[in-house]
């Protein structure tokens, strides 16, 4: 009886009770977000560690780590368009700037993924379209976790990842980034 009492007062103090209502997610939202996040991390770590292995033409990660890429994009872009029943305004800004923004991140990194790996440079405007497409996926969210998420991303891949290439490191801080960037992303699109 003691042990009960005890356990009423602290949660009436911290109001755990209520904890539940603290935050409200979009199930419809979240479950698309995952898979869309999903998709594309798979297909970067697919890709990466093929090229990493020094197998570039894998069957397996030539092939679908792009396609889950792509799709991971796609299915990001339509998550964030869509509202609570999975319907889509299609001629929305934030519509556009969805698909405007994945549609370039995605062939960006293609572009640059093929550049690469021909042993050219990407030059300037390829990376420049990566952080916009990153910095107008962030805007069409509109909370600070997206923008938490997208600065996560940028950094991983925009500096922790270059540095690892030229410093020989397979296992450092950019995979990390990456992924808690998309979590963060994830979340707050699911708000």
């Known amino acids: ?93 934030k519509t556009m700037m969805a698909f405007a923004a994945s549609a370039g991140v995605f062939m960006a990194v293609m572009r640059m993924k093929k550049l690469m790996k021909e042993g050219k440079e990407p030059g300037m405007l390829l990376p420049g379209i990566f952080v916009g497409g990153w910095l107008l996926l962030a805007n069409a969210i509109g909370n600070r976790y997206s923008w938490a998420g997208a600065s996560m991303v940028l950094l991983g891949m925009m500096v922790a990842l270059p540095w690892q290439r030229k410093a020989c490191i397979v296992d450092g801080v950019g995979m990390p980034l990456f992924t808690a960037g998309w979590a963060a992303v994830v979340f707050g699109n699911s708000l």
């Open 1 to 93: 009886m003691e042990q009960n009492n005890f356990i009423f007062r602290i949660s009436e103090k911290y109001n755990i009770a209520n904890v539940y209502n603290m935050v409200s997610l979009n199930n419809n939202k979240l479950f698309l977000s995952i898979l869309g996040a999903v998709g594309v991390i798979l297909g970067v770590i697919m890709k990466n560690s093929t090229e990493q292995m020094k197998i570039p033409d894998h069957p397996v990660g030539s092939q679908l780590g792009p396609l889950l890429f792509a799709l991971g994009w796609g299915i990001t872009a339509y998550a964030i368009s869509m509202d609570n029943n999975f319907g889509v305004n299609w001629m929305s800004q």
